[in-house]
């Protein structure tokens, strides 16, 4: 992600090949960014009657609604891109199916992100895709995927 774009493989396989023996933990730090957001929204409804303006409590918890789902978007595309790679290197199935559950959990989250977060009052322009529908699609023809 960069200038509200989420760019595709031309920029993760550097990445990709630097780390391949730790993309397990690269998953699990993914899932922490989840849960730290999931955790920033719970804290900050806690505190919704100490804020004056319902107003500016809903666009406040929208922008974290907003920073949830691309956060998730960014976990599946990661997950499912790293684990296909080394799925396609190894040719262990857990990794294969690691990647069809990401590219799943991509398709619902960009689904969401696409049609509901730009409803939501008060958020920021949504980053746009900049290679990783591509990439996805080349998962999803790969694995047979649609």
């Known amino acids: 992600m960069r200038d509200d774009k989420i760019r595709g493989s031309e920029r993760l396989l550097p990445i990709y090949k630097e780390c391949k023996n730790e993309i397990d933990l690269m ?35 929208n922008s974290l609604k907003y920073e949830l789902s691309l956060v998730k978007l960014v976990k599946y595309f990661t997950t499912a891109y790293f684990y296909w790679l080394h799925w396609k290197e190894t040719g262990e199935e857990k990794e294969e199916v690691i990647a ?29 895709d900049d290679g990783m529908v591509k990439t996805i699609r080349e998962i999803q023809h790969s694995l047979g995927v649609w």
């Open 27 to 61: 998953r699990r730090e993914k899932e922490e960014a989840v849960k730290i957001v999931q955790q920033m929204i719970e804290i900050f409804q806690s505190a919704e009657q100490a804020i004056e303006t319902p107003k500016l409590y809903q666009y406040a918890l």
């Open 100 to 128: 069809r559950e990401n590219i799943e959990k991509w398709a619902e989250e960009w689904n969401y992100y696409q049609n509901e977060i730009p409803k939501l009052e008060g958020v920021a322009s949504l980053f746009r």
